[in-house]
């Protein structure tokens, strides 16, 4: 999940995934993982519900409502872990916060953005909570939607490849498989009354508004990611009504 594989060992009881977390799962046959952790998780009943969104980090400790989780570093893209979960949800929120920080380890970086696949390259839509990542997304006709609120990017020999992860608002698009794809461009979304327009942003912009976005866990390399992810893809402003289809737009700059 979010070119990130799991191993994980239950003390006791096993939890499963949420449905929606299922939907992100990668299946071997398209997606060797970059990272691999292994995982002994005990389990406890729920205690008292706190913002399941949250997340808290440091270098080598995650933490959610109902995650705590202790990590190490054994090896190039191997980790081991040790995590207490509390049912039903914590092995759910688990993999997304240990995602972030092992990508962040890894010199990778999670992104707050929507994605959609063009020409089998993915497209990143970002910007802040009510930019219109979403409404972005849904205009991108006849593509398909990778991922709906973070996308996991990490650098390899042949470039940046980016994994959807679990979150966000439903797209009115087809989804598709969850696999690594190379990233074409990366959007600011910016609402404006005027006709929609994308403009390739200078280095500094392209950095503001990749910092702007990304999701940090605790890591050190998760702050210098946003400046080599900036070199090395180009990032737009998309900016205007999100009234009218954007397909033709996006094929446009990317030709």
């Not at 089998?120 to 939607?145: D, F, M, N, Q």
């Amino acid at each position: 999940m979010g070119g990130v594989a799991f191993e994980v060992a239950f003390e006791g009881d096993a939890l499963a995934l949420g449905e929606e977390h299922l939907r992100f799962v990668s299946p071997p046959e398209l997606a060797r993982p970059l990272v691999v952790v292994k995982v002994d998780a005990s389990v406890r009943l729920a205690g008292p519900r706190e913002d399941p969104r949250r997340i808290d980090a440091g270098p080598d400790w995650v933490r959610t409502a109902d995650a705590h989780v202790r990590w190490r570093r054994e090896g190039h893209g191997r980790y081991a872990a040790e995590a207490e979960l509390e049912a039903p949800y914590g092995l759910s929120h688990m993999t997304t916060a240990l995602t972030g920080a092992l990508v962040s380890a890894e010199g990778g970086v999670v992104l707050h953005a929507a994605a959609v696949v063009l020409e089998e390259r993915a497209v990143l839509l970002i910007g802040p909570s009510g930019a219109g990542k979403t409404s972005a997304a849904c205009l991108c006709e006849g593509t398909r939607w990778l991922a709906k609120d973070r996308v996991a990017l990490l650098p390899t020999s042949a470039g940046w490849r980016a994994w959807g992860m679990a979150g966000g608002d439903d797209i009115t698009l087809p989804q598709a498989p969850n696999r690594p794809l190379p990233v074409a461009a990366i959007a600011r979304v910016r609402r404006a009354d005027e006709a929609p327009s994308l403009r390739r942003l200078d280095p500094l912009r392209a950095l503001v508004a990749l910092r702007e976005s990304t999701q940090t866990a605790g890591s050190e390399p998760a702050l210098d990611a946003p400046a080599a992810l900036a070199e090395a893809v180009p990032v737009y402003e998309l900016r205007g009504r999100l009234d009218r289809p954007l397909t033709a737009s996006l094929r446009e700059a990317l030709a």
